[in-house]
Nanobody, 125 residues
C-alpha cells in the first residue's frame, strides 16, 4: 500500500512560483511512476507532469500546455517528488494531486492506483 502526502500549495499572485512536494511511503522509486494531476472546479482531472520509475530509462513527461513553466524532479533518497511551477497564471488555479502507479508512466488519471488528498493552488490576478 502506497501513501502519498502533498504539500506546498497556497495563494499566490500571478507570476509567482510555487514548489509542490509529494512524500511517498510504502513503495519504491524503482517500481513506481509518480505523477501530478490537477483539477479545477467543473473540470476533469488533467495530467500535469510525471516521472517514471528509477532506472527505467524513460523520460519525464509534461503536459504540452505547461512545458517551459514546470519542472518535475524526484528525490529517491527521500522518496519524494517535487513539482516546481513558475510564472503562475490565474488559470493554474486548481487542486493539485499526486498519484502513483506501478511501472510505466501514463497520462491518464484512470491508470493510477494511489492518490494523495490534494493541495490547493490559487493564483490571483
Amino acid at each position: 500500500q502506497v501513501q502519498l502526502v502533498e504539500s506546498g500549495g497556497g495563494l499566490v499572485q500571478a507570476g509567482a512560483s510555487l514548489r509542490l512536494s509529494c512524500a511517498a511511503s510504502g513503495g519504491t522509486s524503482n517500481t513506481y511512476s509518480m505523477a501530478w494531476f490537477r483539477q479545477a472546479p467543473g473540470s476533469e482531472r488533467e495530467f500535469v507532469a510525471g516521472v517514471p520509475p528509477r532506472f527505467s530509462g524513460n523520460s519525464v513527461l509534461y503536459a504540452d500546455s505547461l512545458k517551459g513553466r514546470i519542472i518535475i524532479s524526484r528525490d529517491n533518497a527521500k522518496n519524494t517528488v517535487l513539482l516546481q511551477m513558475n510564472s503562475l497564471r490565474v488559470e493554474d488555479t486548481a487542486v493539485y494531486y499526486c498519484a502513483a502507479r506501478r511501472w510505466n508512466l501514463d497520462t491518464r488519471a484512470s491508470e493510477y492506483t494511489y492518490w494523495g488528498q490534494g493541495t490547493q493552488v490559487t493564483v490571483s490576478s
